[in-house]
């Protein structure tokens, strides 16, 4: 496992599905964006794949020429339909008040953009130091080097991939689309069942390290 220091570790952590369920907000976005565009997305599908850029899945339902400019149309009203729906995924606020406990910095690395990251975040009523939005897989690794991230938490495989190229000890957590056998073949270090898993595990992993 990659190494990290006891003390004040510096935690990362994915958003959909990790610490927010945006699920009721995002089948919301695609009604209005369906409504807009006449082309009907199956929402239901939509939410049980959730992890990839929005310009994957938009690319599932609308032309390649098309999927810039719906993109954009999509973030608009997510701002609208999505955030006011947000709500934390159980156990979210308390997983990072564990890392504060330890004086610890928080980082969120997630696909969504910065702007609607930071936004959803404010509504569930998370601080995190800090927040970089659309970054997938290995991209996320280069962010979470840059802020020399210890531990990075997700629900996906591109999440352990990106932890993995982060350099990061990679926790998975079996809260989102992928299996705990899915997350440790991705190359997750620890898997979890549900992320109320994972202050016991942090503050038992500071204790043994100290």
């Known amino acids: 496992m990659p190494s990290w220091k006891a003390s004040a570790p510096v935690v990362g952590f994915d958003l959909d599905l990790t610490l927010l369920d945006a699920r009721a907000g995002i089948r919301a976005t ?11 997305v199956d929402a ?8 990839p850029p929005l310009e994957d899945e938009l690319a599932h339902w609308f032309p390649a ?27 979210a606020i308390a997983a990072v008040e564990a890392v ?24 569930i009523g998370i601080a995190a130091d800090i927040v970089e939005g659309a970054l997938f897989a290995r991209a996320k690794g280069a962010a ?5 991230v210890d531990v990075f938490v997700g629900d996906h495989l591109g999440d352990m991939i990106g932890a993995r190229e982060g350099g990061a000890l990679a926790v998975g957590v079996a809260t989102g689309p992928c299996s705990a056998g899915e997350l440790h073949t991705a190359g997750a270090d620890v898997v979890l ?4 898993e ?3 595990w942090l503050l038992g992993e500071a204790t043994r390290r100290s």
């Open 44 to 51: 239901d599908l939509v939410v049980s794949r959730l992890g």
């Open 144 to 148: 979470l080097r840059t802020h020399r």
């Open 100 to 123: 504060r406990r330890l004086a610890g910095r928080v980082v969120v690395v997630t696909a969504k953009s910065t702007a609607l990251a930071e936004a959803s975040l404010e509504r």
């Open 65 to 91: 020429a098309d999927v810039p400019a719906v993109a954009t149309r999509y973030r608009e009203l997510s701002a609208v339909h999505a955030v006011p729906a947000s709500r934390p995924m159980p156990d």
């Open 30 to 40: 695609f009604a209005a964006l369906s409504g807009e565009t006449g082309v009907a």
């Open 193 to 196: 069942a549900r992320l109320g």
């Open 198 to 200: 994972f202050p016991p």
